[in-house]
């Protein structure tokens, strides 16, 4: 067992422009633990979010995933070692049915880790991948949805579909951007069980930006505070919520008085 | 400087000038409608057609040349209303491919209608006695009429700059086309200005179309090299940014005129090399810019 | 027209191209087959040129209708096919015929590589589009450059390949024997390049064209995929041009026009971009269209543009996405596989 953790970031600074948004923010992730980033809005999470998964550049500091430095690496590149990523609105391929969704990330990960399944002369996707998929969209509680146009799912199972895409390039991290994002109370909860599950079963590690305290109680263990993309306090979840720093930022906001 | 030397600058200039009032009208539709109308230079060639049916082949004076300039601008200015109302308004809030396929499709079929009308035959205008001879600058023989088209496009230049930056007029448009909802929240009959901007640029290119016809053998294919050259002059400048146009204008003129004075048996080539590297060094052009400037 | 979505089924057929495609198939080949015995030769040249722009038309969307990437110098990729072909035979170039083929196929995609390598990193579509156009007529001044290449009046006087396989010869001299070869080389073609669009390497395409941020966090190499798919497009075009080169007999500049450029483009809108075979119903379409109203000068322009337009402010998914939606509506029924 490693001590080193999966995911590091050192000094992150970021820029639009002349404007720095990210201001040299520090975060670790240990093997299969969760972290949640907060602020209020305009913080930053959103571009911390975007430097750490490659989605846009760094003006300075480091990103270091599974030991390796991932600073200059494109986003596919991070996306195949390991690090799996859902947006805030969920993006899917929206023509393709639901199993051509997971059948066309599935082939990819093939192709990343030089697997073939099936013989070269095939256009159809091989049985097994089929399988595989039909398999994954069962255990996200899509499978009926299998001949389904993504465009026409609703909101809730289009998120499950997307976590269907991320997990299936069988990563060691995901990445969720407010995973439960306009959502009714209800399916957040089912939500919360679904990403519990995930991290039980697959053993993934999770980092998520989050507004619901109810939510990042249930899931994470560690909690980022940023505020004007500088880190305010960061710890466990207790330490972060008795923080007189914290109180002070979000002072005022019904939200944050949480049960509990 | 050389002889040589000045007559490369006059006619790269003069040439830059010629794209510049064909590529103005174009890069205002962008910045105003974010539509690259591919067709603009279609409704150049006709406007030169028109002036010529209508001007015929010796204009009695500048004065009557320019008046027929005026008239095909405002004739082409109605066709781009037309064409709005048919086709370019149903392009505001579509994929930008099909706004492209779409415009590239009616420049070829403003290319067929020209062919129709007017044949495939090669036609000339002369220009206006009062340009038609040639003065000595610097020991080179430079056309007065050259002269006159460097003017004509500093002057628009200008024109639509102190219209653009100076006014209330500028400034609505500039308001719509850097964010039309806001604008509409505003009280801006948005539409309207919308509307105005079309039929404004195209009669733009009706204009040019006048006053450039002396200068090419008149045939449906001259819309075609012109409105790529403007194409080229908007993209190297930064799509929506007068300003940038201009200066790329100038810059491909120059480039052009040196080709066919230096390299004649390879003409028309070294624009393409500068689009090359102007698309390689600075993709979003020399001055990116949301919205008209 | 409301905001749409260019729309694309993964790897399916439509309902009822499901079930009638073996038929149409079947009914097609046969016709092709016996073509030469149906037709006058007037005929049979206008069904070996629908063939070569249906391959055109299909390496186009390909790139469009699969990938997401317009490109308005098409014709640029045929006329290099054309003219290389068409110069191997006048001069003798002492190759076998089918190298000949090869080469033009492969000098397609090497220039596409050229260009996507360089362009398609940093070029949105408008940039792509001013760039196609521009290298296009800067490929019709090269030509025009070139003594050798006919400059204006073409590149002609050259006779039709004999193919020689050391135990037999295909004298492909005569039309008709030129006119077979074209079918089994068309089909060969059409073949592969279906393969292509319902392989893995297709559904990679159309990820991009979908959603190219996501397809990168699938672990999809967006760039190079497109390069890729550009490269397989500029080659197809390229053969197309250099297939056409014996059955015109004349290759000119009119093969580098907009026009020519356009012909693919409509094709494909006209059939339905969103279907592998819509650019092969463009294609006939067309044909059928253009053979009832001969041109006289300007007509072919009109038309093409005209109807280009007309598809897209009407009915943008063209001729096989009309007959998806009304088969729909009548039979009720949804879903793709």
Avoid at chain 2, 152 to 170: C, D, K, Q, R, Y
Avoid at chain 3, 327 to 337: E, F, I, L, N, T
Wanted: glycine residues 10%; proline residues 3%.
């Amino acid at each position: 067992m490693s001590t080193e953790p999966l995911l590091k970031a050192t000094g992150l600074r970021v820029s639009y422009g002349s404007f720095e948004v990210i201001k040299g923010v520090d975060l670790s992730v240990r093997d299969g633990a969760a972290l949640a980033v907060i602020g209020p809005n305009g913080a930053g999470k959103s571009t911390l979010f975007k430097a750490l998964t490659g989605e846009i550049a760094t003006h300075g500091g480091k990103v270091m995933f599974r030991g390796r430095d991932v600073t200059q690496m494109p986003a596919h590149l991070r996306t195949a070692e390991g690090m799996g990523r859902t947006f805030q609105v969920s993006r899917v391929f929206q023509e393709l049915t639901a199993l051509s969704n997971v059948i066309v990330a599935l082939e990819s990960r093939m192709r990343c880790k030089g697997e073939r399944r099936g013989s070269w002369w095939r256009a159809a996707p091989a049985p097994s991948v089929v399988g595989e998929a039909e398999e994954l969209l069962a255990q996200l509680g899509i499978a009926h949805l299998r001949d389904e146009t993504a465009a026409a799912i609703s909101h809730g199972d289009r998120k499950r579909l997307e976590l269907a895409l991320a997990l299936a390039l069988e990563p060691k991290i995901l990445m969720l951007d407010e995973p439960t994002a306009g959502m009714a109370p209800a399916d957040r909860m089912k939500i919360v069980d679904l990403i519990l599950a995930i991290r039980r079963e697959k053993g993934v590690a999770v980092v998520m930006t989050e507004h619901d305290m109810d939510v990042i109680f249930m899931i994470s263990d560690q909690v980022l505070v940023l505020n004007y993309g500088e880190v305010i306090a960061s710890g466990s979840v207790e330490e972060v919520r008795s923080s007189p720093i914290v109180r002070e930022v979000y002072l005022g906001k019904d939200m944050y008085h949480a049960a509990g | 400087m050389t002889s040589q030397a000045v007559f490369v600058l006059f006619n790269g200039l003069a040439s830059g000038m010629a794209f510049f009032l064909v590529a103005a009208g174009l890069t205002w539709v962008f910045g105003i409608l974010k539509i690259l109308n591919l067709a603009h230079g279609a409704f150049f060639m006709l406007g030169a057609y028109v002036a010529y049916t209508v001007g015929g082949v010796w204009p009695a004076s500048i004065w009557s040349f320019i008046g027929v300039a005026l008239v095909a601008a405002a004739a082409i200015g109605a066709l781009g209303y037309l064409t709005d109302q048919l086709v370019l308004k149903r392009l505001r809030n579509v994929d930008y491919h099909y706004a492209l396929i779409a415009t590239f499709g009616l420049m070829l079929f403003c290319e067929g209608v020209a062919k129709s009308i007017w044949g495939t035959d090669y036609f000339a205008v002369m220009p206006p006695p009062e340009v038609d001879h040639a003065i000595n600058v610097g020991g080179s023989y430079i056309s007065l009429y050259t002269l006159f088209v460097i003017a004509t496009g500093i002057v628009t230049f200008v024109a639509l700059e102190v219209i653009m930056h100076w006014t209330w007029a500028g400034k609505i448009m500039r308001a719509v086309s850097n964010d039309p909802w806001m604008a509409g929240t505003l009280g801006i009959n948005v539409t309207a200005v919308l509307m105005f901007s079309v039929v404004a640029s195209f009669a733009l290119a009706g204009f040019a179309g006048g006053v450039l016809v002396p200068n090419q053998a008149l045939s449906p294919h001259v819309g075609a090299s012109f409105v790529l050259y403007a194409f080229m002059a908007v993209v190297i400048g930064g799509l929506g940014s007068i300003r940038g146009t201009f200066v790329a204008c100038i810059l491909l003129g120059l480039v052009e005129s040196a080709n066919a004075t230096f390299m004649a048996q390879y003409g028309g080539i070294a624009i393409f090399v500068m689009l090359a590297i102007f698309l390689v060094w600075k993709p979003n052009g020399l001055f990116p810019a949301q919205g008209t400037t | 027209m409301t905001q749409t979505n260019i729309a694309v089924a993964a790897g399916s057929h439509s309902n009822i191209s499901a079930k009638l495609l073996p038929l149409i198939l079947i009914a097609a080949l046969i016709f092709l087959f016996l073509a030469p015995h149906l037709l006058n030769p007037g005929l049979l040249f206008i069904v070996g040129m629908t063939l070569i722009q249906s391959i055109f038309a299909l390496s186009w969307n390909l790139l469009f209708g699969f990938t997401g990437l317009a490109s308005f110098g098409h014709a640029g990729f045929y006329a290099i096919g054309a003219y290389f072909t068409a110069a191997a035979l006048r001069y003798d170039f002492n190759l076998p015929f089918l190298a000949v083929l090869a080469i033009a196929g492969i000098l397609g995609a090497m220039i596409a590589l050229a260009i996507g390598v360089v362009a398609l990193k940093r070029l949105t579509g408008i940039f792509l589009a001013v760039l196609t156009v521009a290298l296009t007529e800067a490929l019709a001044k090269i030509i025009g450059f070139i003594p050798a290449l006919g400059e204006q009046d073409g590149l002609g006087n050259f006779a039709r390949p004999v193919m020689n396989f050391g135990l037999f010869t295909l004298d492909l001299t005569h039309s008709n024997d030129y006119y077979r070869f074209l079918v089994i080389a068309s089909l060969l073609i059409i073949g592969a390049l279906w393969w292509v669009v319902h392989s893995p390497l297709g559904r990679s395409f159309r990820a991009i064209r979908e959603d190219a941020d996501r397809a990168r966090f699938v672990g999809i190499d967006v760039a190079r995929y497109r390069v890729i798919s550009f490269m397989i497009s500029g080659g197809t075009a390229a053969l197309a041009g250099a297939l056409s080169a014996p059955w015109t007999r004349i290759v000119t500049l009119d093969q580098v026009n907009w026009l020519a450029s356009t012909q693919p483009i409509l094709n494909s809108l006209l059939g339905g971009f969103t279907s592998f075979w819509g650019p092969i119903v463009g294609a006939i379409s067309f044909s059928t269209i253009n053979y009832w109203t001969r041109s006289f000068p300007g007509l072919s322009e009109i038309m093409v543009g005209g109807i280009l337009v007309v598809v897209i402010l009407v009915a943008p998914t063209g001729i096989l996405g009309l007959t998806e939606k009304l088969y729909q509506r009548v039979v009720g029924k949804r879903g793709r596989a």
